[in-house]
């Protein structure tokens, strides 16, 4: 097994409000190997997003890193500081932003956007280079290299999105942080921007962490998929591992709640609702909703636990991987 | 009033917005769209299209916001600009609303509250104080919250499934007879949308009510429809049962619609169908 | 968008919560402090101070600052302590008159051309670009200088008549803005009159913006009268911090040394214009990170 691209350990951010702490991430530990696709799934209020934030320190007060090491390559993204940290933004991490799309400047074009990108960057770059480069990234997002001269509002949803993807991968980082990238896009644009996410990505070498609530479009889109749970990371497996057999319940709960076109059934929600991070139940922060929690489950919080040689689960009621998959 | 006058009639409505420019053409956004649905008979109707397919503009119409610039609409076997005014409060009060966004239907100044006891003030449906508290108490209860947990509170401290549900329990109290809901559930997570889709499926079989479900997203429309419309760029391009449509689409467009739906299966990929130019 | 849910036990109060925000700003309190401790000389010192003194040849000219005199006399024998202590509530009247009449009739103005749009909004719109136009000095230098006399209420409605421009095409924007939120139109679907939608649903949410227009109409009108009254258009008989100023040139006092005289005016204006300002910046700070935290 190559040494993994990112290496994840613990890692705490939390909010200290009104003297409660609340964790949006507690404890988070994952690997990822250069070219690998990770995806984060989680509700709203999971803290998946401010733990991608975090990563690229790009997390605001009140919320703060509390512990936890977050290695690319070797480096600790979380020490960065200074100039150090801003030319690893960008260079070596890059991100899609929930809502990129809209926040596209509406008054620069967008060939002067990604123009901006590089300079902030590279300064040694003559225009030639810096143009050739736009065409190039343009052209692997399946955009006419034409599309450098429009301005965001010329431009469809779809469109601007891939916009989003060229930028997050102009200068070829190692990884790529893509949170929500297809929300507010229809089922066929939704399409055509994971399918060009996936291209680029591959094409670059770069590793990708995609985050949302859709299991479906998990299903289609990563290698591996770990699931959040009020800040804490309940399950983390090869994805067809992971919809063969589910482990946690919460997982279970998630994949068996999504509506589905080929068939009529009685659609069930997950029962409850999810906790506030600063008034979590006691022992495991799942029980509560849990179909099958014991006794145990509301005084000790389960730690994550390996299971087999890919797959970690934090459940009391795992301890070992089915026998059949 | 006979019992033959469907509840709601769309005509070959067309609506067309002028364009900016003198000379271009005006813009198609709805083309001749004909729908029925009778007063003793309630359904749920399915508008599926991707954006820009009229489907807005389709809700506005029916919700009174916007005229047709061809064909008529019809509430209860009555134009809107030939209705008395009774009828038209009648038309106000009958036909309800729900949409996109759970977060900017909330007045941001007032706690959730407000939400709930305006229309009953303005329709004048509570006797008493007291009375408007127990409508609202059970409307919540009804979709499964707890009014304690919400009451008071403002739409910042609730999540998005939580405000969507107060908004259907909203419509319960009203006790409309037609509810436009327009994409109810894009912005809620997958895995609450089936808790708020069970509520909409409520309203019909224990109150009544007929819903248009307005959706880009054709695996809720089977579940909870009747009936399913696909629009594209305006023109119905299939239309029929739920079942029928989406288990057997004929129209290239609606194929391409199920076909891009993500299945939670890695094995099972999105199949393989040509797309339209622009994405 | 993330709800991390409230912290345990507490149902915020909505207006509590708000004044908490207020309260623990530390511009906005430095602001209010500073204004509020002028208010407080402008109360309390006509109690202590003997007001009479302020008037002209009440005390021998041109002293410096002494233990009579704590600053000193004018040229005009006015006893300085007096004057600042009988001119600053005029000037803080003065901005407060006209910082609420201009407040008051751009908001009403603003709103109802932003929110019913039509003729009103064009008919609304023209006035207050043509009014913009007219520069505000030579309209507020001809009417002061056709009166006769002047009072601080007249100086305060003339200025306003000029002030409620700004809040006006500010609020409007904002208006325009607001009228096409989902708020506006469930409650149009719930039945409500447009009338009521103005004012219940959408002028609440105006608050922030009209008392951050008000601290600015409040700032303004204080210069504008400044300005006349460093001009020599003020008010002849009652004392205010501009006259002073006025009386203090004329007399020459900055060749005759006498800073007892031009100091204390110009440091009260700067305290107060330095509090206005801290207070408009607080009050964004406040009420502004709510308001990103609902986006």
């Known amino acids: 097994m190559t040494t993994p691209l990112l290496q994840v350990r613990d890692l705490t951010v ?15 530990s994952f690997d990822l190997h250069a070219g690998e696709r990770l995806g984060i799934v989680g509700e709203s209020g999971s803290g998946k997003s401010t733990l991608a934030l975090a990563l690229m320190q790009l997390h605001k007060p009140p919320s703060h890193i509390e512990a936890g090491s977050a290695l690319l390559d070797g480096t600790d993204l979380l020490t960065l500081r200074g100039e150090a940290l801003r030319r690893f933004r960008w260079s070596q991490v890059s991100m899609i932003p929930q809502g990129a799309m809209n926040s596209l400047n509406p008054v620069m074009r967008i060939g002067v956007a990604m123009a901006d990108a590089i300079h902030a960057h590279e300064k040694g770059w003559k225009p030639d280079r810096i143009r050739a480069r736009i065409a190039e990234t343009l052209d692997s997002v399946g955009l006419d290299p034409g599309v450098a001269k429009l301005y965001p509002h010329e431009l469809s949803g779809g469109m601007k999105q891939r916009v989003c993807i060229a930028l997050a991968i102009i200068l070829k980082p190692k990884l790529i942080i893509a949170d929500e990238p297809t929300s507010a896009l229809d089922v066929v644009v939704q399409r055509r921007v994971i399918e060009t996410l996936k291209a680029v990505q591959k094409q670059i070498g770069a590793a990708l962490i995609m985050i949302g ?61 999810q906790p506030s991070l600063f008034d979590l139940p006691k022992g495991c922060a799942f029980h509560p909703r849990c179909p099958a929690a014991m006794p145990q489950c509301r005084l000790e919080r389960p730690e994550s636990r390996l299971i087999g040689t890919e797959r970690t689960v934090a459940c009391h009621l795992v301890t070992k991987e089915p026998a059949h998959v | ?38 007063q003793d008979r309630p359904k749920i109707v399915a508008i599926v299209g991707e954006s820009g397919s009229g489907k807005t503009t389709l809700a506005r119409v029916v919700l009174g916001m916007l005229a047709p610039t061809q064909g008529q609409m019809r509430y209860a076997g009555q134009a809107l600009d030939a209705m008395a005014r ?50 609202i108490a059970s409307a919540l209860q009804r979709v499964g919250l707890t009014p304690g947990q919400v009451l008071g509170r403002h739409p910042h401290q609730l999540s998005g499934g939580q405000r969507q549900r107060i908004v259907v329990a909203r419509c319960l109290m009203l006790r409309p007879r037609l509810i436009v809901a327009d994409e109810p559930v894009s912005m809620i997570d997958a895995s609450l949308r089936a808790n708020v889709l069970a509520q909409i499926q409520a309203l019909r079989d224990e109150l009544g009510i007929s819903i248009i479900y307005i959706t880009h ?56 169908l040509t797309e339209p130019a622009q994405g | 968008m993330t709800s991390l849910g409230t912290a345990p036990g507490r149902r915020p109060n909505p207006v509590l919560s708000a004044l908490g925000h207020v309260a623990t700003n530390p511009k906005l309190l430095a602001g209010l402090l500073l204004v509020s401790s002028l208010v407080a000389v402008a109360a309390i010192g006509p109690l202590l101070v003997d007001t009479d003194m302020a008037r002209p040849i009440s005390a021998p000219s041109n002293r410096p600052p002494s233990l009579d005199y704590p600053l000193g006399t004018d040229g005009g024998g006015r006893d300085l302590l007096a004057v600042m202590i009988a001119s600053t509530p005029q000037t803080l009247r003065l901005g407060l008159i006209a910082g609420l009449v201009g407040t008051i009739v751009g908001t009403f103005l603003g709103l109802v051309a932003g929110f019913f749009g039509g003729w009103l909004d064009k008919i609304i719109s023209t006035a207050t670009d043509v009014m913009l136009t007219i520069p505000p000095l030579a309209v507020l230098l001809i009417v002061a200088a056709s009166v006769r006399t002047v009072s601080v209420e007249m100086m305060a409605f003339i200025i306003a008549a000029l002030a409620w421009m700004n809040p006006a095409r500010s609020i409007r924007a904002q208006v325009l803005s607001l ?60 004392p205010t911090l501009g006259m002073t100023v006025y009386w203090s040139l004329l ?16 440091v009260v204006l700067a305290i107060l214009f330095v509090g206005l300002f801290l207070i408009s910046v607080g009050l964004d700070e406040a009420l502004n990170p709510r308001l990103r935290r609902q986006s």
Do not use: C
């Open chain 1, 14 to 28: 939390s909010y200290l409000i009104n003297g409660t702490r609340g964790r949006a991430a507690d404890g988070v």
């Open chain 1, 213 to 273: 609530h859709d299991m479906g479009l998990m299903a289609q889109s990563v290698d591996r998929l770990a699931v959040m749970y009020a800040g804490r990371l309940v399950e983390n497996a090869p994805i067809r591992r992971f919809f063969r057999t589910p482990l946690h319940p919460y997982s279970q709960l998630l994949i068996s709640s999504l509506p589905s076109p080929d068939e009529v059934r009685e659609m069930k929600g997950i029962p409850g609702a």
């Open chain 2, 1 to 38: 009033m006979s019992e033959a006058t469907p509840l709601l009639d769309l005509d070959r409505v067309s609506v067309s917005y002028k364009s900016r420019n003198f000379k271009a053409p005006p813009f198609l956004a709805l083309d001749g769209f004909t729908l029925r649905i009778a």
């Open chain 2, 86 to 135: 009774p009828d038209r409060a009648a038309f106000r009060r009958e036909v309800q609303a729900i949409f996109q966004d759970p977060f900017s239907i909330f007045n941001p100044f007032y706690p959730v509250d407000h939400l709930l006891e305006m229309p009953l003030r303005i329709f004048r449906l509570a006797k008493s104080r007291a009375e408007e508290q127990a409508m």
């Open chain 2, 217 to 272: 997203d054709i695996a809720t429309a089977r579940q909870v429809s009747d009936e399913v419309f696909v629009l594209h760029r305006g023109k119905t391009v299939e239309s029929g049962t739920a079942e029928a449509v989406i288990a057997r689409p004929q129209h290239e467009y609606t194929r391409l619609l199920v076909g891009s739906v993500p299945r939670p299966d890695p094995d099972h990929g999105w199949s393989d």
């Open chain 3, 179 to 238: 009228r096409e939120r989902a708020y506006v139109e469930i409650a149009r679907i719930s039945g409500m009159s447009e009338l009521r939608i103005a004012l219940f649903e959408v002028l609440p949410n105006l608050l922030p913006l009209i008392m951050a227009s008000f601290v600015a109409a409040v700032s303004g009108a204080i210069l504008a009268a400044l300005g006349l009254e460093a001009l020599g258009l003020g008010p002849q008989d009652t």
């Open chain 3, 251 to 266: 007399y020459g006092a900055f060749g005759r040394n006498m800073w007892w005289w031009w100091a204390p005016p110009i």
